[in-house]
């Protein structure tokens, strides 16, 4: 049996009112650290009167030949780990012992890493950018050579923007990668590299909850940056959803497996393109700028999965 | 509820709706900390992880 420390919160219901609701009789929401978002969820999953328990992802300890139940471990789990391998290696065990683990293992995969995300949408019809991989510099020149510049660099696993460089010239390119060659990590010697879209200094999130758009938002570089993400200070305004954006997030959500996932576009002169779907939502930002209870429409889905 | 800064005694106010893994900062040196309860309800600090290269979304 899966040892995992279960600390109750004061989120139980009596016993059978869960029944008489016939909501799940249990959740799990695995974390390696609260954030706003998960106060959020068990917010909205007390107002539902679903009983949850979290389970720290950093203390947890499974066995590959244990038994596990829902008696543990809950009808169904929400995958919350801010750390990608972290959460991705419980949920590989959890899922392969039976357990429902919302995002699944392969969608969580192939959010996790860019080109697996390209590699979907590009084989789903999805407009996204154009994109090459190399795994040496001398390669990745010739990729840049081949798409132009100016291009954009980015590591295959990553968040946050963390080390998305612009690549305006071979110059600058040579630099970039040779200070990848020094760092010593396998993963920053896969080179993946795209065209620099052109585009108004936002991008489009659209949160998918299932088979739906929960909320779009625009997300606005600040002053004088050229990332759009709100950990390096983008700020959100609401976006109105229309009929082609919420086509093309709906067919991003299915093409990595579907779940709970925020699909990332930019504004090209053709219409969006999708650079990035994302497993382990942040929604703050949205849910503040918007209004929408994102929280309370996951723990719906969650619960309708959990039936399935 | 109050705990002490275990770095530096500072005092350390733990919000009412505080959840286990939330993480606080100490108002004097700056240190962040992990919250965990023990069974009897009591708060426990532990230094909270710093941000590792695959964190995020």
């Known amino acids: ?308 | 509820m109050k705990c002490k800064c275990p770095e530096c005694d500072g005092e350390i106010t733990i919000p009412k709706d505080a959840v286990e893994g939330e993480i606080v900062t100490c108002p004097d040196c700056g240190l962040e900390y992990e919250l965990t309860f023990d069974k009897d309800g009591r708060c426990n600090l532990k230094t909270a992880e710093v941000v590792g290269e695959d964190w995020g979304e």
């Not at chain 1, 899966?2 to 959740?27: F, I, Q, W």
């Open chain 1, 1 to 308: 049996m899966g040892d995992a420390t279960l600390r109750p919160l004061r989120l139980s219901v009596k016993t059978g009112e869960s029944d008489r609701l016939s909501l799940p009789k249990k959740l799990s929401i695995i974390y390696d650290r609260t954030r706003w978002e998960e106060k959020a969820l068990i917010k909205a999953a007390r107002r539902k009167r679903v009983s949850t328990n979290l389970i720290d992802g950093k203390s947890i300890c499974l066995s590959i030949s244990g038994k596990y139940n829902s008696e543990t471990y809950g009808d169904i789990i929400l995958q919350r780990c801010i750390s990608y391998f972290r959460g991705l290696h419980i949920s590989a065990v959890l899922e392969r012992k039976g357990l429902s683990v919302v995002n699944s293992f392969n969608t969580s995969l192939i959010c996790g890493n860019k080109l697996f995300t390209s590699l979907a949408l590009e084989n789903a019809g999805v407009p996204t950018p154009k994109t090459y991989v190399a795994f040496t510099s001398e390669a990745a020149l010739e990729a840049l050579e081949r798409i132009g510049y100016p291009a954009v660099v980015k590591p295959v696993v990553g968040s946050w923007g963390r080390l998305v460089s612009p690549v305006r010239d071979r110059a600058t390119a040579e630099a970039i990668l040779e200070h990848r060659e020094q760092m010593n990590n396998a993963l920053l010697q896969i080179h993946y590299i795209q065209e620099m879209v052109e585009r108004p200094p936002r991008d489009i999130r659209t949160i998918v909850v299932g088979d739906e758009v929960a909320v779009s938002v625009y997300r606005s570089a600040p002053a004088g940056a050229w990332r759009t993400n709100v950990a390096l200070g983008a700020t959100t305004t609401p976006c109105p959803t229309s009929n082609q954006l919420e086509d093309i997030a709906l067919r991003a959500a299915k093409a990595v497996g579907g779940g709970v996932l925020a699909v990332d576009a930019m504004e090209s002169p053709n219409g969006p393109v999708v650079h990035e779907v994302n497993s382990t939502i942040e929604f703050r930002g949205a849910s503040a700028a918007t209004g929408v209870n994102i929280a309370s429409k996951i723990i719906d889905y969650v619960i309708k999965t959990s039936k399935k």
